[in-house]
């Protein structure tokens, strides 16, 4: 089976309340993972394919993610992505693949340089995980750049030992 942590895990790893734009040409996919991100509290906006979700991010954005479909008619994710990061250079987005795809594999254009990438087919958790792990990241770099200013102090460390039970006299 799967590590307890995996199978369970805690809620605030799962949820959120920050908004999505889904951009999935396969309507059941679509639906799924519609029902799946508002159900733990995200706010969902749905494109039927990628010139859609240009649309839709011009008209109602910004997001605090973009999910993009990679192989969708009229426009796939790398070309919807280089398009929405040129009115949003900030955007985070997150590939879908049907084939595996490590997210950059045109590194000159950081346009579209996808944050995370979930190869289908993907499970529910693997998605919510995905998301959470995407809109944090930012969050999690700002701590450590702050964290990292005093390599000698370690925030984990015990305190000096001291003699206990002998009082000395």
């Known amino acids: 089976g799967h590590p307890a942590h995996l199978a369970n895990p805690s809620p605030e790893l799962l949820e959120g309340s920050e908004r999505v734009l889904l951009a999935e040409d396969d309507k059941s996919i679509r639906d799924v993972m519609r029902a799946v991100l508002t159900y733990r509290g995200y706010k969902v906006v749905e ?12 008209a109602g954005g910004p997001f605090d993610l973009v999910i993009l479909d990679m192989a969708m008619p009229t426009l796939g994710g790398r070309e919807a992505l280089e398009q929405i990061r040129a009115q949003d250079s900030a955007a985070r987005a997150l590939a879908l693949s049907g084939t595996p795809f490590d997210g950059e594999d045109n590194p000159r254009n950081p346009a579209t340089k996808f944050d995370g990438v979930l ?16 809109l944090d990241h930012q969050r999690v770099t700002d701590l450590r750049s702050a964290v990292s200013g005093s390599p000698a102090r370690s925030f984990g460390a015990p305190p000096e030992p001291r003699a206990r039970g002998s009082v000395n006299g």
Request: proline letters at 4%; glycine letters at 8%.
């Open 119 to 134: 190869n289908k087919p993907f499970g529910n958790i693997e998605l919510l995980q995905t998301v959470r792990r995407i």
């Open 47 to 58: 494109a039927v394919d990628g010139a859609d979700a240009v649309n839709k991010h011009h």
